[in-house]
């Protein structure tokens, strides 16, 4: 894209705060900002529409701007930038931002302030400016760093550490709060603070401890890896593939690390932890090395007894964030402070030089823990299964470059367990240290913008859509082609089954009225299609997710299925249940 228009700033001296904004975007090379205006805002939205050719995405709220940012970040692999004006805008910005921060997506937000003159400071009073909110003390649990620029000179290097620390190490949202004078001062080039160049390098991995991992992997009678978001975040998908090919270790992974992978190579065992399958939990539990790469170990992949994860083996993990190590929740025999691409690499370098680990028959056992462990499907009804919904578009799109994005709750996960996904040309995209309902539509749309190409297709309950619905409104107006398969079983299905399963009842989650939300994507002017049973379900996917342009699918699927197997808390890998709730 060209950016020409930007040359006209270079003759303005001397410049406004907005223009030494837009200058740090082009100097990172910006070519698109994820906004929701208001009037804090507007200085900056004036210079990048006046003086630039980056394009300015507006969804319909600011959760739908910022779920845009971090699909198109994911998607791209750099920073994305996120725009919010002051006061309600930052207070809506706040879950994104929090997305961003535990799932490592390198966003600059940009958050509008009141005027220096009109800013509360320390005063104990609530409010001096309208729509003024303390938005550095808002974010500041919630991102990598948060700068407030209260004297232009030094707007400038603020922008460049902002778009250093979001994309280096452990990337992550940095927020820069920009009060309205600072935005409309002006000020010489030549008296800015100078911009600082920085850089770093991602930390070497060790070669002693590469070496003793390499002397464990080759005596390990049942090596596994348990591949999370580091892998997929460094791309390290090749060296992944070798280690776990070459040398015959099964890998599993977590939802972050889906992907990372093929889920329908033979050592695959899939998603693990507590919506995982059995088989990928009972492997890690009977591992005698269980190997981390990339992956927090959290509740959610290794359960509740964290000092119990293998029944008798070492772990050794893998990690970038030293406190993540120096704190691992899950006790380690060995940690590597490292990345994961380039110490995968000298891990395969060390291991050429010992004998293979012997892992022929760990195979078998886990082959045999397969065929006595299926996925389950549930049992027969008169709905569809929303297990074989998520099958039938897996089929339905064979052999194309997809990314899927999820809401949350049940069908965030039988989507891992049903659609194959293999990085980096089946992707999946889902909020998974948040967990937040909502992210799927807007985070499919900037996917999409960030990967035209590719085929997008949004999974979503009927509880998660509802949250930011309004973007159908975005889908139509940028003409954004994605598929949008709702899986509507009137519940907010996962609380229920929790609700049921420890107190018999599920007040609020049951039984929900939904509207028509085929005829709502139609009355929008996006074409829909509706699905009330299993005959014919495969034609009909294969048409909706192969036509042009966007498709919403309504799929009634069957109430009465539960999330199984499931880890509960207080339980070893080994021991999921399989109990209904109902
Ligand atoms: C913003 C937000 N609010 C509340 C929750 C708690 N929660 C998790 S899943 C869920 C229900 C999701 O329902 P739906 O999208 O229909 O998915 P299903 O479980 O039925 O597949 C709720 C309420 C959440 N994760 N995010």
């Known amino acids: 894209m060209s950016l020409a228009k930007t040359e006209i700033r270079a003759a303005a001296v001397p410049c406004e705060g907005a223009d030494l904004v837009l200058e740090a975007f082009l100097r990172h090379q910006i070519k698109k900002v994820f906004i929701f205006p208001g009037g804090t805002i507007a200085p900056i939205l004036d210079r990048i529409e006046k003086r630039s050719s980056i394009e300015i995405v507006c969804p319909r709220t600011e959760q739908g701007a910022g779920y845009a940012a971090l699909g198109y970040a994911r998607i791209t692999g750099e920073t994305a930038v996120f725009m919010v004006t002051s006061g309600p805008g930052v207070t809506n910005a706040v879950t994104p931002v929090a997305d961003a921060y535990y799932d490592n997506i390198p966003l600059v937000v940009i958050t509008g302030q009141v005027g220096t003159g009109d800013m509360r400071g320390d005063l104990p009073v609530r409010q001096r400016g309208f729509q003024e909110v303390d938005t550095v003390d808002l974010m500041r649990p919630i991102a990598k760093a948060v700068f407030q620029v209260t004297d232009i000179s030094e707007l400038s290097d603020v922008m460049e550490q902002a778009f250093f620390l979001a994309g280096s190490g452990r990337p992550g949202p940095v927020v820069v709060d920009m009060p309205m004078n600072v935005q409309r001062g002006t000020i010489d080039p030549a008296a800015c603070r100078p911009v600082v160049k920085r850089s770093d390098a991602a930390p070497l991995a060790p070669a002693d401890k590469i070496e003793t991992l390499a002397q464990w992997i080759s005596a390990a009678e049942r090596p596994v890896i348990l591949?999370?978001?580091?892998?997929?975040?460094?791309?390290?998908?090749?060296?992944?593939?070798?280690?776990?090919?070459?040398?015959?270790?099964?890998?599993?992974?977590?939802?972050?690390?889906?992907?990372?992978?093929?889920?329908?190579?033979?050592?695959?065992?899939?998603?693990?932890?507590?919506?995982?399958?059995?088989?990928?939990?009972?492997?890690?539990?009977?591992?005698?090395?269980?190997?981390?790469?990339?992956?927090?170990?959290?509740?959610?992949?290794?359960?509740?007894?964290?000092?119990?994860?293998?029944?008798?083996?070492?772990?050794?993990?893998?990690?970038?964030?030293?406190?993540?190590?120096?704190?691992?929740?899950?006790?380690?025999?060995?940690?590597?402070?490292?990345?994961?691409?380039?110490?995968?690499?000298?891990?395969?370098?060390?291991?050429?030089?010992?004998?293979?680990?012997?892992?022929?028959?760990?195979?078998?056992?886990?082959?045999?823990?397969?065929?006595?462990?299926?996925?389950?499907?549930?049992?027969?009804?008169?709905?569809?299964?929303?297990?074989?919904?998520?099958?039938?578009?897996?089929?339905?799109?064979?052999?194309?470059?997809?990314?899927?994005?999820?809401?949350?709750?049940?069908?965030?996960?039988?989507?891992?367990?049903?659609?194959?996904?293999?990085?980096?040309?089946?992707?999946?995209?889902?909020?998974?240290?948040?967990?937040?309902?909502?992210?799927?539509?807007?985070?499919?749309?900037?996917?999409?913008?960030?990967?035209?190409?590719?085929?997008?297709?949004?999974?979503?309950?009927?509880?998660?859509?509802?949250?930011?619905?309004?973007?159908?409104?975005?889908?139509?107006?940028?003409?954004?082609?994605?598929?949008?398969?709702?899986?509507?079983?009137?519940?907010?299905?996962?609380?229920?089954?929790?609700?049921?399963?420890?107190?018999?009842?599920?007040?609020?989650?049951?039984?929900?009225?939904?509207?028509?939300?085929?005829?709502?994507?139609?009355?929008?002017?996006?074409?829909?299609?509706?699905?009330?049973?299993?005959?014919?379900?495969?034609?009909?996917?294969?048409?909706?997710?192969?036509?042009?342009?966007?498709?919403?699918?309504?799929c009634q699927v069957d109430p009465g299925e539960d999330l199984l197997p499931m880890l509960l808390g207080g339980h070893t890998l080994d021991d999921m249940s399989n109990e209904t709730s109902f």
Request: aromatic share 6%; net charge positive.
């Open 227 to 554: 591949a999370g978001g580091g892998v997929m975040g460094c791309g390290a998908y090749q060296e992944l593939r070798t280690l776990a090919d070459k040398y015959g270790i099964p890998v599993t992974m977590s939802m972050p690390g889906m992907g990372a992978y093929p889920s329908d190579a033979p050592l695959s065992l899939g998603l693990c932890g507590y919506a995982g399958s059995q088989y990928a939990n009972m492997a890690m539990y009977k591992s005698d090395l269980l190997i981390g790469i990339g992956t927090t170990f959290h509740l959610r992949q290794t359960g509740s007894l964290p000092a119990k994860t293998v029944e008798q083996g070492r772990i050794a993990r893998i990690d970038l964030d030293i406190n993540e190590l120096r704190h691992s929740r899950v006790p380690l025999d060995l940690d590597i402070h490292a990345d994961a691409k380039a110490a995968m690499a000298s891990l395969d370098r060390a291991l050429q030089k010992l004998p293979a680990p012997r892992t022929a028959a760990w195979q078998d056992q886990i082959a045999a823990w397969k065929a006595k462990y299926p996925l389950l499907t549930g049992k027969p009804s008169l709905l569809p299964k929303p297990q074989d919904v998520i099958a039938a578009a897996n089929s339905a799109v064979r052999g194309k470059k997809v990314i899927v994005t999820t809401g949350v709750g049940q069908h965030q996960v039988w989507v891992p367990r049903h659609f194959d996904f293999d990085a980096p040309q089946r992707v999946l995209l889902t909020s998974s240290g948040h967990g937040t309902m909502g992210f799927d539509l807007p985070a499919a749309i900037g996917a999409k913008i960030a990967e035209p190409q590719a085929s997008v297709i949004c999974f979503v309950g009927d509880g998660s859509l509802q949250m930011n619905i309004q973007e159908l409104a975005t889908i139509v107006e940028r003409g954004i082609d994605i598929k949008i398969v709702v899986l509507d079983n009137h519940a907010l299905s996962i609380v229920a089954q929790f609700q049921r399963q420890n107190w018999k009842s599920h007040p609020s989650t049951g039984e929900k009225y939904n509207p028509d939300f085929a005829a709502i994507a139609r009355a929008y002017g996006i074409a829909a299609v509706s699905i009330t049973s299993s005959e014919g379900m495969a034609d009909k996917f294969r048409f909706a997710l192969n036509c042009k342009g966007p498709v919403l699918v309504h």
